[in-house]
């Protein structure tokens, strides 16, 4: 977090204000929202109430102070986008524009988050500037529990909320773990393996190789047409948690691994042969607060992409979960994150890069990121099981998450005994989601689907439809 000025009055009565850096995942973010891509992601808590709307509006002036650094809005600087602290106060209202409509619209200061409600539903939505998933959630959670500790009088011990300080949730942990030269490469049980790193020579041309691969390898693309509106299309699917993790358990897998071979299934059952010539390119946001300890509620994240041949597939699952189960043992390992992470961070401290004005920056990574998109089919990731404080339990049915997408984006979260499957699709034909269902069905799965378009239709007897 980089300020210039405090957030306070000074004697001629005028308010300095602060201003802080994107961090590298954010850096490509502004450049790049366009069209049906605002880059917003939105969570949603389901009660199994009613909501209280000035209670949830108290409840977030006061969860507000803990999360001053999300009171900004985003300017252009010469070199670089920044975000500038605003003295607006953010306002809890009714839930009537599309599922992750634009937050961040050029010229105009405004903020760059939004809390809506409707009926029992309380949703967060988020523009990927501003954080990742892991952090637009801890947020929903905290103003969740105020607003149920007002609305029903709890009484929560400190030691169940979350904590951590206004400093730790500003804080770029991409800028404190970057290195060059010897490194610290942490696991999930948070011990650290240091080791020394490749001659900077030898890194430097693997670094570019490795760049110029993810703008030339092409992946297969659903041929959907696109709806010409640029309105996400939402579909919510409900499973049992605990059913699908024996599922995932009986195929010899995790459950982040099963999903990412259902959903390449479902994809080889709905392409054309003639479309098998190019590889199915699944890509997978990894939360990198699993390999190094940080309490930010900023982006710390990275990606790998699973890539499958549909040559390989023979009908059945067993010929997917292999290469699935190889892809993320081979990406996940703490030495390969690293690598990667540090791969994302050198073209931030490229001092040559640096010094491009802002206008050709644009230029330039807008063609590098529509290139590398070239190379990815779809995105799935996984908000993981959510926890709630013990006290609150009773009053929440669910969780869900949901990413706006050029193509197609699926985010799994898990609540209870309920897993939820937050769809959000830039196409107006539904040929790959009812086989992404029926995998689910055939399974032996019970699913239940909900949806903001009103032409979804049943799709067999154990799905049910209901409006999100």
Known sequence: MNRTTDSNQTAEGHRNYRWYRLDNAAMIVPSTSHGADTRVFRITCELTERVDPKLLQEALDETMEEFPHLRTCLRKGFFWYYFDETPEKPVVKEDNRPVCAALYIPGRRSMLFRVVYTENRVSLEMFHAVADGTGGLVFLRKLICR???KKHHLSIPSCEHESSSIRDKAEDAFRRYYTTGKQAVHNYEGSAKTGPIKPEGEKKKKTKSQLFSMTTQRAYHIPMEKDLSLRCHCVECTVSASRYRELAKSHGATVGI???????????????????????????????????????TRNFFNTINVRYDPHEY????????????????????????????????????????RAIPLFLKDIGINRFFYLSKAGITATLSNLGKISMPEKTVPYIRLFAGYMSTPNMQICVSTFGDRMVFGIVTAYTEYTLLPAFVRKLTEAGLDVEIGSNDCDLRKENGHAVLSQM
């Open 258 to 296: 099963d999903v990412v071979a259902v959903y390449i299934q479902a994809l080889c059952e709905t392409m054309n042969a003639r479309d098998a010539k190019r590889p199915i390119v699944i890509s997978v946001p990894v939360n990198l607060r699993q390999y190094f300890p940080s309490e930010t």
């Open 314 to 353: 023979d009908g059945t699952l067993d010929s997917i979960l292999p290469v699935v189960r190889k892809s993320f043992e081979e990406q996940l390992s703490p030495e390969r994150i690293k690598d990667t992470m540090n791969r994302y961070s050198t073209l931030i401290h490229n001092l040559a890069v």
């Open 147 to 149: 607003y149920l500790e």
